[in-house]
């Protein structure tokens, strides 16, 4: 009888354990601006989401894993050109640091940097063409953010990131501001 009391008591223990331990998540929402740098292709906007795991090594100091999808962005080519549209669909998979610099008891501001593994898939089509094609990528990030701690367990922030990508023939830019809700396991 012993062994099933201690067969049920020490996974408990061990949640408990884990309940008090540096780890984190957040789900991420927002809306990014997706820009062919150096082109004659206008600007689109789409919305984007995301989750984050986080380990924090201290009250200032975390290491994070991140997947964020930036959704399907419609660019079309400015005038005089023939109409053409782009579809330009990017996700990432991100490994990063962040520092935090507390502002007051509750809020803080965020500063990250980080290595991105992005992918692009891109559907072009017009009166006349149709094609599609894909690159990837690997490129630094940028995002500052302010984050308030609700209480003990749960966070809400927003931040705007910058994602500046080497593409085959030219670049890609992405700026995305998000929001974010965020519990602490």
């Known amino acids: 009888m012993k062994k099933i009391y201690v067969a049920f008591i020490l996974p408990l223990t061990s949640f408990s354990a884990f309940s008090d331990s540096n780890f984190a998540g957040e789900i991420l929402f927002g809306s990014a601006k997706q820009k062919v ?8 906007h789409s919305s984007s989401y995301g ?20 959704g399907g962005a419609k660019n079309k080519y400015k005038e005089p ?12 998979v991100n490994f ?7 502002l007051s008891e509750n809020f803080s501001a965020t500063a990250e940097v980080g290595y991105s593994a992005w992918d692009m898939d891109i559907d ?3 009166n006349e ?6 690159d990837d990528g690997n490129d630094l ?20 990131s910058i994602f500046n990508m080497k593409l085959a023939n030219g670049k890609h830019k992405v700026n995305d501001i998000s929001m974010s809700i ?3 396991f």
């Open 37 to 44: 740098q150096e082109s004659v292709i206008e600007s689109g």
């Open 51 to 70: 989750f984050r795991a986080f380990y924090n090594f201290s009250q200032h100091i975390s290491a994070l894993i991140e997947y964020k999808n930036f």
């Open 81 to 92: 050109y023939e109409p053409l549209v782009w579809n330009i669909e990017v996700k990432s």
């Open 96 to 102: 990063g640091m962040r520092g935090a610099l507390p």
């Open 124 to 126: 072009v089509r017009s």
């Open 129 to 134: 063409i149709t094609g599609a094609f894909s």
């Open 141 to 160: 990030y940028y995002r500052t953010g302010i984050n308030y701690q609700i209480n003990g367990k749960y966070t809400l922030g927003i931040e705007y």
């Open 182 to 184: 965020g519990m602490r």
